[in-house]
């Protein structure tokens, strides 16, 4: 027995999701505990494949936080040039309630 799943893009990144799944996203405007409506691009069940299905899917947003921080070195050689910076994303927690 297959669950449900379905392909959905948020902010330009794509997810594979079934009932229950908890995902990080880039960032959202949506306040925490407050229903997001997100519509699929395909929905999977099994081996069948419906592209751009009709319905939407509900996510509920669990917070807000950054993701660890990433190094961003750059160098070039025998110039003395050499670079260093931080950066840390800022994401979205959200959980998949119903397909």
């Keep these: 027995m297959s669950k449900m799943q379905a392909l959905i893009a948020i902010s330009d990144k794509q997810f594979l999701v079934k009932q229950g799944d908890t995902i990080n996203v880039p960032r959202q405007k949506a ?24 319905g939407t899917i509900q996510a509920k947003v669990l917070g807000h936080f950054k993701d660890e921080k990433v190094i961003v070195f750059k160098k070039k050689r025998r110039k003395r040039y050499q670079s260093r910076n931080g950066h840390r994303q800022q994401l979205t927690r959200i959980e998949i309630v119903s397909l």
């Design 31 to 54: 306040e925490v505990g407050q229903t997001m409506e997100i519509t699929p691009m395909a929905n999977i069940d099994g081996a069948n494949t419906t592209l751009n299905p009709s």
